[in-house]
């Protein structure tokens, strides 16, 4: 069963648009790790990527992952990332930025696709600045990085995940730990 079966014909169907007539000869990789949710995303990319007429060839094994990304030697990495604290350049720097791209060291480069592009970095830095005094531009400048880099094939966001939490009103004192479970021990009930 797919988890997001509806994103990744969407996106399929948006790469045949804009693809050349004849894609069978297309082959290329898919690299992953084998223990992260990553890798069920590169199985179903590739998935949706064949029924279009693509070939792409998904690595997962942890050897050959970082042998091909210290080498350079892929063309799409599955991957995922939760948030610390709410903010768009946690996701933008940490994944995109050029200070992030260490090619000779491939466990340390979290920008694992080398996408350097200064104008990028400028928007990221310029948001981080603002946050605090003025989120709503911040949150402006962020989503103009997002779009140049999506524009520039450096990511493409194939899912957003969300979760909500849901109290009665005689609940109170309810807060979370640093891995978003409720704290039990501290909620009270009326």
């Not at 690595?59 to 050959?64: G, R, S, V």
């Not at 989503?143 to 995940?161: C, F, I, M, R």
């Not at 849901?166 to 009270?188: E, V």
């Amino acid at each position: 069963m797919s988890l997001f079966p509806s994103s990744w014909l969407r996106y399929a169907s948006q790469l045949r648009l804009h693809a050349q007539p004849d894609t069978s000869w297309l082959a290329f990789n898919i690299i992953s790790r084998h223990d992260d949710p990553g890798g069920v995303t590169a199985g179903q990319l590739a998935s949706a990527l064949r029924s279009i007429g693509y070939r792409p060839r998904v690595i997962t094994n942890d050897a050959q992952f970082y042998q091909r990304l210290a080498r350079g030697q892929w063309d799409i990495g599955g991957g995922d990332s939760t948030a610390d604290y709410p903010s768009p350049a946690q996701f933008l720097d940490y994944f995109l930025s050029c200070a992030n791209y260490h090619p000779g060291d491939p466990a340390d480069s979290t920008n694992g696709g080398g996408f350097c592009n200064p104008q990028f970095d400028r928007l990221v830095t310029q948001a981080e600045t603002l946050q605090p005094a003025d989120p709503a531009a911040a949150q402006d400048l962020s989503a103009k990085a997002d779009h140049l880099a999506v524009s520039q094939a450096a990511w493409v966001p194939l899912a957003n995940t969300g979760s909500a939490d849901l109290l009665s009103r005689r609940a109170g004192n309810f807060t979370l730990d640093a891995s978003s479970n409720p704290r039990i021990d501290q909620l009270w009930i009326r």
